[in-house]
T-cell receptor, first 112, second 114 residues
Framework: ETGVTQSPTHLIKTRGQQVTLRCSSQ?????VSWYQQALGQGPQFIFQ???????GRGNFPPRFSGLQFPNYSSELNVNALELDDSALYLC???????????FGSGTQLSVL | EDQVTQSPEALRLQEGESSSLNCSYT??????LFWYRQDPGKGPEFLFT???AGEEKEKERLKATLTKKESFLHITAPKPEDSATYLC???????????????FGQGTILTVHP
């Protein structure tokens, strides 16, 4: 059984730039969620995708957007980066009726 | 609004010294309560899901319990390799396929000294 993989592992951007983070879901999982984890905090829900459509969103502005592809891989896009966007971004996959989430190792984003 | 509070924020134990971590929650319609372990620089690793008050689950030195307002993670005779951040999260009934959302607490940093 393959796990959840994310790329890149680390990324440095400057304020105002755009970034794309990628995620491959665990085999057999067709639901993907993205989370932001600031240092010393628990993960915060950004949004969820199911069947290539956004299916639930947390308290994040529209400059956070996503895509899910037919093979269930996913992207998180963040436009107009701000310093406060510096965080660990986690992708998690699951099946639609089983709430158990499997997380990737995350992408550490630093905005300078 | 769903809220999850974990205590203590940090816990230092000697190897073999048993203790408990607490997770208090306020939600409208609990579907499940989750415990995860997170090592530095890694994503959370699933430990347990509890669905109803009175439920208990065990795995090696860890035992999770659930009441209507809180959950406890009991660690019996911990070892240094149990050192990690332990996260508690709740999932509420959302209908359909909206079960990807977990609301997390801030975590408890556990350090076990040899």
């Amino acid at each position: 059984e393959t796990g959840v993989t994310q790329s890149p592992t680390h990324l440095i951007k400057t304020r105002g730039q755009q970034v794309t983070l990628r995620c491959s879901s665990q085999s057999g999982h067709n639901t993907v969620s993205w989370y932001q984890q600031a240092l010393g905090q628990g993960p915060q829900f950004i949004f969820q995708y199911y069947r290539e459509e956004e299916n639930g969103r947390g308290n994040f502005p529209p400059r956070f957007s996503g895509l899910q592809f037919p093979n269930y891989s996913s992207e998180l896009n963040v436009n107009a980066l701000e310093l406060d966007d510096s965080a660990l971004y986690l992708c998690a996959s699951s099946t639609p009726t089983n709430g158990k989430l499997f997380f990737g190792s995350g992408t550490q984003l630093s905005v300078l | 609004e769903d809220q999850v509070t974990q205590s203590p924020e940090a816990l230092r134990l000697q190897e073999g010294e048993s203790s408990s971590l607490n997770c208090s929650y306020t939600v409208s319609g609990l579907r499940g309560l989750f415990w995860y372990r997170q090592d530095p620089g890694k994503g959370p690793e699933f430990l347990f899901t509890l669905y109803s008050a009175g439920e208990e689950k065990e795995k090696e030195r860890l035992k999770a319990t659930l009441t209507k307002k809180e959950s406890f993670l009991h660690i019996t005779a911990p070892k240094p390799e149990d050192s990690a951040t332990y996260l508690c999260a709740v999932q509420v009934y959302a209908g359909g396929t909206s079960y990807g959302k977990l609301t997390f607490g801030q975590g408890t940093i556990l350090t076990v000294h040899p």
